[in-house]
């Protein structure tokens, strides 16, 4: 009876095995119906990557972008992070890459990372970049004097001159465009070529150290210098200030309301042209960026810069 009794039982389990269908909570295809549903994985949070040109001292991108990025946050309501470059060059690549998603360019590398990404946003410039200067500046002790118009950049051959980074709009493309005109080829300078600094701010201690005895650089940055008095005027002086031309504006992915939602990008746009002065947090963002506000602006406002990058060799 005993071995009877063992293989009834060992038949009775195979057909629980067997017979699923006929325990309860089992469907025929034996899916456990009284188990609880498999909690679905949580997409991740999608991040808005904001960078810029390091046209300056990384002590004030790092003071500025971070405000811009948790403003954006605030009036968006998606996570923003600041994402800085190295320089001009991987600002252009990261944005072609889709590593980046706004960026505060300048007017050529702007240009550059629009044709480089087809259907890129331009959303917005400010005030002053409507009509952008460069500032030519000299050494006092290089017996440059202050210059009347473009025909005085003659003025400058022979001497040790520097521009700013290789990819700056205002401190190198437009200048080298002036000085086309003024009759000066970068072969005219001492040493049979010009220097290139990396950023306004090296420019003006280049400058004023003697290193050089001339340098063009952007107006704001060198306005920003002489009120913080990293700019001594006994060492260093402005002797042109060259005519307007547009320059800084935001660029946007072309992507931004497929990954973000439909409108996302007129938002964005809507959020960085309504900071104002009154608000404390937008004042201090427009006073780092020495604006008083900004506005709309669209690709026909930098074909000249495209023009003049062409010309030059910076756009192929």
Do not use: C
Not at 181 to 210: E, R, W, Y
């Amino acid at each position: 009876m005993a071995i009877r009794e063992r293989w009834a039982a060992v038949l009775a389990g195979l057909s629980l095995v067997l017979l699923p269908a006929a325990l309860p909570g089992l469907n025929p295809n034996g899916l456990n119906l009284l188990a609880p549903a498999r909690a679905e994985q949580p997409q991740a949070k999608k991040v808005l990557r904001i960078s810029a040109i390091p046209d300056q001292k990384a002590e004030k991108l790092n003071r500025l972008y971070p405000l811009v990025a948790a403003e954006l946050e605030r009036q968006l309501g998606v996570p923003v992070v600041y994402v800085p470059v190295v320089d001009y060059t991987a600002a252009v690549t990261a944005f072609r890459t889709g590593d980046l998603d706004l960026v505060w360019f300048g007017g050529l590398t702007g240009v550059q990372a629009r044709l480089q990404k087809p259907g890129a946003l331009v959303l917005a410039q400010r005030d002053i970049d409507v009509a952008f200067h460069s500032i030519f500046i000299a050494n006092t002790g290089s017996g440059l004097k202050p210059i009347r118009g473009v025909k005085g950049l003659a003025e400058l051959k022979g001497k040790r001159f520097t521009f700013g980074s290789e990819s700056s709009t205002s401190g190198r493309l437009m200048p080298q465009y002036f000085l086309a005109k003024g009759g000066v080829k970068l072969s005219d300078f001492a040493g049979g070529a010009p220097g290139f600094s990396g950023s306004h701010d090296t420019t003006i201690a280049l400058v004023q150290s003697g290193a050089y005895d001339a340098g063009v650089v952007n107006e704001q940055v060198w306005r920003t210098s002489l009120h913080d008095g990293r700019a001594n005027r006994a060492k260093v002086v402005a002797i042109w200030r060259t005519p307007g031309y547009p320059d800084y504006h935001w660029i946007g992915q072309p992507n931004l309301d497929q990954r973000f939602g439909k409108g996302f990008s007129r938002k964005l746009q809507g959020a960085i042209i309504s900071w104002r002065t009154t608000n404390p947090q937008q004042k201090q963002i427009l006073s780092l960026f020495g604006a008083q506000q900004f506005s709309k602006s669209s690709a026909a406002n930098y074909k000249q810069i495209e023009q003049v990058g062409r010309q030059i060799g910076k756009i192929r």
